[in-house]
Structures are given as structure tokens and as C-alpha cells.
């Protein structure tokens, strides 16, 4: 058997069940493991969950909530025009549309399965499939639109199951001379932060560079560059191309693989510390949050994301450990946590005098969070947050 369980994270809900009832009768929950594949170097989920039960029209996250993201998606797009100047532009996974609306005067076409999504950006005239990436999908496209110049996928091909087909689905709608960016979060950085909530329902895998690497070598398709970025706490930025195509291959390909193979990140070993390194990160967290709520701290949290709902579920931390949480995002504004039933308030109901401590659960948004919370800050007020280690800030 090639696929070793090194990780279990206990039963957990979908993510994107943000709840209208505190308590509901039949919440859905699987057993979250995790996976490391001998002979290709990928780390997955032991066990899929059906893609419709998490991306569908109830879809909740929003890329555009936060100024970073949004500032990052137009800078990016600055940049690819000045190095590819591409025609046109194929994105998979779409959301709401902050990257292709940066592109006003190309072919641009998104892909969105989440039908709420898909129709914010065909009602902005950006024509958007709301189906999931397929062959079937890349074969009609073709056939409507041509090929591209640019497929770019942000946090997504880590979310598709079939990574074969959705691999060979680009080859056949990518131009021979055409770049295919990829970027998801990073195993490496998962691994030295241990920021285990980038493992859930939706990231079907989290990549590492070498898993990348091995999973593309069946396909046409090679790496000619990657970028690290801060974004989502450390992602890879992947640069891909047709084998056939003559682009400069950068050095830094072999450079940020060397540094995967010395972080040990081809050996079984490594994945078994970084368990042992999760367990110790639980049982510190639940130490903070008991000692805080023993002495009566108010605690709340802010950004329900869906990372948080991994640490939330298997630290067990609920409304006996956190009142309520904050969130820009208004289809997530009074619902609850999925599987542990924490209301969830719009950010002016949020924190006031009384609050003492608040979980970072956007802790990725740091710098963003207490740019905007100075006042909490100045008033002695502290966070609290898992990555790299469990800590008060
Ligand atoms: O891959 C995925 C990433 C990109 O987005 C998806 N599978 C689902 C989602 O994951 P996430 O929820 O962990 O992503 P974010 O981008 O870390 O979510 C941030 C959340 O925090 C948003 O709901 C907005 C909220 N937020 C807030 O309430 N106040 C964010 C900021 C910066 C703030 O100031």
C-alpha cells in the first residue's frame, strides 16, 4: 500500500455549512485523515467528500473580503501582463471574480461551480461556467472560445479529487505557448508553521512542490518557475508550461525542490513528527483557552474561516471557549460554526469593551487584522493564535 495514514483529525462538518439553526438535527460529519504517498510524494485526504455537498449555490466565501487579497490579485495581474501579455485568459475557480476583473480588455472566461458565484460575475459581463472542471468542461470551451493564453487557478486544483483529468483538461485548452499559473497553499510552510488547518473537507490535497512536480510528469505539461507568496500563511505560486514549449526553465524550480528534500518532505518520518508536532499544538491550545475561561476571560473570534473550523472541531473549542465570531463575509453574518455551533456576528457587533482575548482565526490576515484593530490593541486587548505555535499575542 502506497498511501499511509500519518494524520487523524477527528470527525469533522463541511466547512461551508454555515449554520441558520444553533442546533441542528443531522449535521453532516466524516472522519478527517490525512495521507502521504509513497510513490508520488502527495499528501491528500484519506477519504473525498462529495464535491456537491461543498461547493454548490450556498458557496460562502468571498475572495474580495479582504483589501489584501484584493490588493495581491491586481498586482499579480499587473505583473503577468507585463511578463506574458496574454490574450485571453481562462480562470478555474473564479469566485467572485478578483482576478479576472483585472483583465477588462482580453478574452476572459472563469469557471465557478458555486452558481451564487458564478452569477456575481456574469452579471459583470465576465462569462463564467458554473460547472465543475472537467474534460468534458475544457472540450467545450474549446469548442466555444478557443484556447488560452493564461489558465490561472487560485486555490483550487488542491480542491479537485481527479488531479489527472483536471491536469490533462488544461493541457488540452492551453495554447503551445501558453502559461498555466498555479497556486494553493504549501506543504513546506504547513509543515514548519504547523498550521494543520489548511487540512479540511475542501483541500483534497496540500502540495508540495515534489508531489507537484512527480504528479506532472505524466502529463505534457512541466514547471518553469514559482514564486513562494505570504498569502493564505505561505503558498506556492507555480509556474507551468507545455513540455514542448521552449521557456526558460528558472533556477529556482530545483532550488525550492532541494529545500522539500531537505526539510526531509520525500521521507514518512517527517510527516509522523509534524503529527506529533499537531498533538502538541492541540493540547496547548486547549490550555490556553481553559486557563483564560477559568479566569473568566472573554474570548471571541475573528474570521469564521474554513481553516478555523478543523481547530475549532478537533480542539473542541465551542461556546463554552469562545462567545461569538466576527466575519466581513454577510452569507456567513448570523449563522453558526459549522460542527461547533459559534454565532457568528458582522464586524460592528463585535468587539467591545468587554472583550479581553480574540482568536485569530484569519490568523493568514495578521498584519491586515491589527492594522484595522489598533484601538483593541492600545486598550491592553490580546490575540490568540495556534500558528507557528499556540501563543498569546
Ligand atoms: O481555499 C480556500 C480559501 C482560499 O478560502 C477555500 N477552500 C475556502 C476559503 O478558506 P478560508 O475561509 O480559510 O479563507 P480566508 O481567506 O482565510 O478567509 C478569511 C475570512 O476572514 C473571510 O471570511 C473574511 C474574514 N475576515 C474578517 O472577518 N475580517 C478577513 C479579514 C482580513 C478581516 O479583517
Not at 9 to 26: A, D, R, S, V, Y
Not at 297 to 306: L, M
Amino acid at each position: 500500500m502506497s498511501k499511509i495514514k500519518f494524520l487523524s483529525l477527528g470527525k469533522q462538518p463541511i466547512t461551508n455549512n454555515f449554520l441558520i439553526e444553533q442546533n441542528p438535527i443531522n449535521e453532516f460529519f466524516y472522519d478527517l485523515n490525512i495521507v502521504y504517498d509513497e510513490n508520488t510524494n502527495v499528501v491528500s485526504l484519506e477519504n473525498f467528500v462529495p464535491p456537491e455537498r461543498m461547493f454548490n449555490e450556498t458557496y460562502a466565501h468571498r475572495a474580495s473580503m479582504s483589501i489584501t487579497m484584493r490588493e495581491s490579485n491586481k498586482l499579480l495581474s499587473e505583473n503577468i501582463t507585463k511578463r506574458f501579455n496574454p490574450k485571453s485568459v481562462l480562470e478555474i475557480g473564479s469566485n467572485d471574480g478578483i482576478f479576472l476583473k483585472n483583465f477588462p480588455n482580453i478574452k476572459r472566461v472563469g469557471v465557478e461551480p458555486c452558481k451564487n458565484l458564478a452569477d456575481i460575475t456574469n452579471g459583470v459581463n465576465i462569462e463564467t461556467y458554473d460547472n465543475f472542471w472537467d474534460l468534458g468542461l475544457s472540450k467545450k470551451i474549446n469548442k466555444i472560445h478557443g484556447k488560452f493564453d493564461l489558465v490561472y487557478s487560485a486555490n483550487t486544483i488542491s480542491h479537485i479529487h481527479d488531479l489527472n483529468d483536471a491536469l490533462q483538461s488544461v493541457n488540452l485548452i492551453l495554447n503551445d505557448d501558453g502559461v498555466f499559473i498555479l497556486e494553493d497553499p504549501s506543504l513546506l510552510e504547513v509543515i514548519k508553521n504547523t498550521s494543520y488547518d489548511q487540512f479540511y473537507d475542501e483541500h483534497a490535497y496540500v502540495f508540495s512542490v515534489l508531489g507537484l512536480n512527480n504528479l506532472l510528469e505524466k502529463t505534457e505539461l512541466e514547471i518553469f518557475d514559482i514564486e513562494k507568496l505570504t498569502t493564505h500563511g505561505g503558498s506556492n505560486r507555480v509556474f507551468i508550461k507545455k513540455v514542448r514549449s521552449n521557456k526558460k526553465i528558472s533556477d529556482n524550480v530545483s532550488k525550492i525542490i532541494n529545500e522539500e528534500l531537505n526539510m526531509g518532505m520525500n521521507k514518512f518520518e517527517t510527516y509522523q513528527k509534524f503529527a506529533q508536532n499537531v498533538i502538541n499544538s492541540k493540547n496547548e491550545t486547549i490550555k490556553i483557552f481553559t486557563e483564560l475561561r477559568n479566569n473568566n476571560a472573554k474570548i471571541i473570534g475573528y474570521g469564521a474561516t474554513y481553516k478555523s473550523s478543523t481547530i475549532l472541531n478537533y480542539c473542541g473549542l465551542d461556546t463554552k471557549f469562545i462567545d461569538y465570531f466576527t466575519d466581513t463575509t454577510e452569507n456567513k453574518q448570523g449563522k453558526f460554526t459549522p460542527g461547533t455551533h459559534i454565532p457568528i456576528l458582522k464586524p460592528a457587533d463585535g468587539i467591545d469593551s468587554k472583550i479581553n482575548y480574540v482568536f485569530l482565526g484569519a490568523w493568514n490576515f495578521k498584519k491586515e487584522i491589527f492594522n484595522k484593530e489598533k484601538k483593541f490593541i492600545e486598550r491592553g486587548g490580546k490575540f490568540i493564535s495556534h500558528v507557528p505555535f499556540p501563543q498569546i499575542i
